[in-house]
């Protein structure tokens, strides 16, 4: 089955500790990226990637990493993780930068 | 970073009324997309648009692409209430990364 998928789906952490949602796709699409999702602010893009060894910022790229070094996987890094990063999270991907695939989401609360 | 302005922010229906609901960008656009979100979930596709004026439809959905490639619109037809959800529009300049509305929360009232 064609799929997205994230971990963990829920996570629950403190200032400051380092933490990685993973991101894994099985469709070969060359696109990924990652967004969060806050009430009234709708989708925003944190990072994006064209391709392996390919990232680029997106809208909100303050406080995140990513990494592509493998074309199926897109992790997400916060270093230093703070409570204005508390977020809805998804990822996708895709063949092209449009018509994005998404997981199922990954909802973070940093205390 | 650009934002599409997507109307209405939110809608309660009837159940079996039809739904129309907009977006407006002040750049052109390549591809218009179309995305529903259900609860807990993540935004699933449903419209794909890439031709200026063109007019798909998906079951009880239709969607258009605007003439001037800067607005699409999507209706949704007698409504039930597994329509529940938040619609979201997005738009793509081919180069550029995929902008979207803020959504329209639709409600259903059975």
């Known amino acids: 089955e064609a799929q997205v998928t994230q971990n963990p789906r829920y996570l629950i952490t403190v200032t400051g500790k380092k933490l990685t949602v993973t991101c894994s796709q099985n469709?070969?699409?060359?696109?990924m990226s990652w967004y969060r999702q806050d009430p009234g602010l709708g989708l925003r893009q944190i990072y994006y990637?064209?391709?392996?060894?390919?990232?680029d910022k997106g809208d909100v790229p303050e406080g995140y990493k990513v990494s592509r070094k493998e074309k199926r996987n897109f992790p997400l890094i916060l270093e230093s993780p703070s409570p204005n990063q508390t977020s809805l999270y998804f990822c996708?991907?895709?063949?092209?930068?449009?018509?994005?695939?998404f997981g199922p989401g990954t909802r973070l609360l940093v205390l | 970073g650009q934002q599409l302005n997507q109307s209405p922010q939110s809608m309660f229906i009837q159940e079996g009324e039809d739904v129309s609901m907009n977006c407006t960008s002040s750049?052109?656009?390549?591809?218009w997309l179309w995305y529903k979100q259900d609860p807990g979930e993540g935004p699933v596709l449903l419209i794909a648009?890439?031709?200026?004026?063109e007019l798909t439809s998906n079951g009880r959905l239709t969607a258009q692409f605007g003439i001037t490639r800067k607005d699409s619109f999507l209706n949704i037809s007698a409504s039930i209430p597994s329509d529940v959800g938040i619609y979201f529009c997005?738009?793509?300049?081919?180069?550029?990364?995929?902008?979207f509305g803020k959504g329209t929360r639709l409600s259903v009232i059975a």
């Open positions: 996708a991907s895709s063949r092209a930068q449009e018509t994005q695939y």
């Open positions: 469709m070969n699409h060359e696109y």
């Open positions: 990637s064209m391709n392996v060894e390919v990232t």
């Open positions: 750049s052109i656009f390549n591809t």
């Open positions: 648009l890439y031709k200026a004026g």
């Open positions: 997005a738009g793509s300049s081919g180069n550029t990364p995929l902008v």
